[in-house]
């Protein structure tokens, strides 16, 4: 038996409310006449610390015990999720340990230190992250959070889709697909809510290891990914891949130059700064115009953080 | 007497309405904790062409008889106000020429061309652009539409304030200085509905045109503009210049540093994208805190039509 439930999904979204933004779902005309469909826009960049990863991580931490909350929270996770998870904690007052390479960009470590959490080092290797991470864990007490392989941080993810059927019954939801976390939490939410929509995946041709695994039907890791989609290059886990297995439709590749039209398409004429990762749902629409034509589609902009620092040097 | 009154702008007001967004008044937590004040941003940017300018076009237009209108219009701004009079003229079916000088950037041209309107060529001088646009309607017979130095083009730019006010009544609104349309509309919103309200200019240092003029009580004209903000590069108009000498509270400058770091603040942290020329207002009040402090205080955020060309390249 399935451990997600419509409850367990209405519980997360109850849960999460005082906590998170209800994003706003956004129009184009213009880009509707380019995709010959109407587009929603579910402005997950618009999200508390710019993503959706706000859902997951605060709805992990929602279900800690009160004991396991006073010894804190730890994850190895530096993009979206690391800031998330620090906001978070700092929202409910646990304290939060980010595990970083010591590579890092400043700018990252910033945004962790800004939401009050502590930055420990390490080497600039996966290995040293895990070991370093268990280290802490071991010794703290503390609960580790996964990006995306956790059913909490799944069902958090699900409350974005949930927030759209309030004002629509789309055809189709296209989501991003890097771990899963969020196309998982999307197709759960359309098959207890809404079960005639159909979830599409959308991911970069150069990090297509959940293409192959949907498709051989056992996970191949992301070994040596190659996409400016920067969030999407990890690997499925043993919580996502079967859902995205049996509930999404199909996963749609683009390469580097569809993903930047794409982005560049939303920034000039939406004045909305939405990061490669979520651009790469539109750019799975233009290029398959044949399945969408005409139909009713939300696209998951699942966040807006982009390092601007070059355009603003210029 | 006024050639303004209340009922003239409602009345703008309902007529706009059918033919524009109302936009949205966002806010940034993190940028009020820096601003130390309640800041509402008024964002134009998310309006039809990506600029309040919109609004005084579509309001000269309906101000215009039938048999002007079946003549045409014509222009010789190049920027948001040429892309905003070809997007209202299409949308009322009238004839719309833009005199544009011929080494206009090709991505300006491409937006009045999508608009439908006709673009004629000229040298790059002033001069130039105006007896090609005088000549053009001796011609033609088509009503030369000015880009704020206008009293329907300020009614119409009144609007923006007026949705303002529907939700708020703030102690302060900072709007942009360039040829002083905008702030005129909005100092005479103002007066009319909430005359408590204080508006407040903000004026590129390297364009301080208006900052001279008020203080001097005659116009000077804009010479040799030296700023990113391109929007505020222009001359006040003897419509717009006794408005906000006798209105406008202040003017304060910024220089190009302090706007690109406004700028960059508004892009990062709520993720949209806005022009110099409207985050110049954000500068003002990060740099004379004094005044705004524990204040609500609305931002005109005036547009957003960015060159990404560069962004985009790397």
Known sequence: MSIYSKKEMLNARKALQPYIHQTPLLQSRLINEIA?????????????????KMRGAMHKLLSLTKANRSKGVATHSSGNFGSALALSAQILHI?????????????????????????????????????????????????????????????????????VFEDLKPDVIVAPVGGGGLISGTALACEFFTPQTKTFGAEPLGADDAYRSVRD???????????????????????????????????????????????????????????????????????????????????MISGGNVDLAGFFKS
């Not at 469909?37 to 402005?43: D, N």
């Not at 799944?154 to 949930?162: C, D, E, P, V, Y």
């Open 217 to 299: 039907g056992y996970i191949h890791p992301s070994l040596s990914p190659q996409t400016i989609a920067d969030g999407l290059r990890t690997s499925l886990g043993e919580h996502t891949f079967p859902i995205i297995h049996d509930k999404v439709e199909e996963i749609l590749l683009s390469n580097d130059e569809e993903i930047k039209t794409a982005m560049r398409l939303i920034w000039e004429r939406m004045k909305m700064i939405v990061e490669p990762s979520s651009a790469i749902t539109l750019a799975a629409v233009l290029k398959n115009k044949k399945i969408f034509t005409g139909q009713k589609v939300v696209l």
């Open 95 to 163: 304290p939060a340990t980010i595990i970083m390479p010591s590579n890092a960009p400043q700018v990252k470590k910033n945004a962790v230190i800004a939401y009050g959490a502590t930055i420990i080092e390490c080497e600039p290797t996966l290995e040293a992250r895990e070991s370093t991470t268990s280290e802490f864990i071991k010794q703290t007490g503390a609960t580790a959070c996964h990006p995306y392989n956790d059913p909490q941080v799944i069902l958090g993810n699900s409350t974005a889709a949930q927030e």
């Open 36 to 52: 010959a469909c109407q587009l929603f826009f579910k402005c997950e960049n618009l999200q508390k610390a710019g993503a959706f």
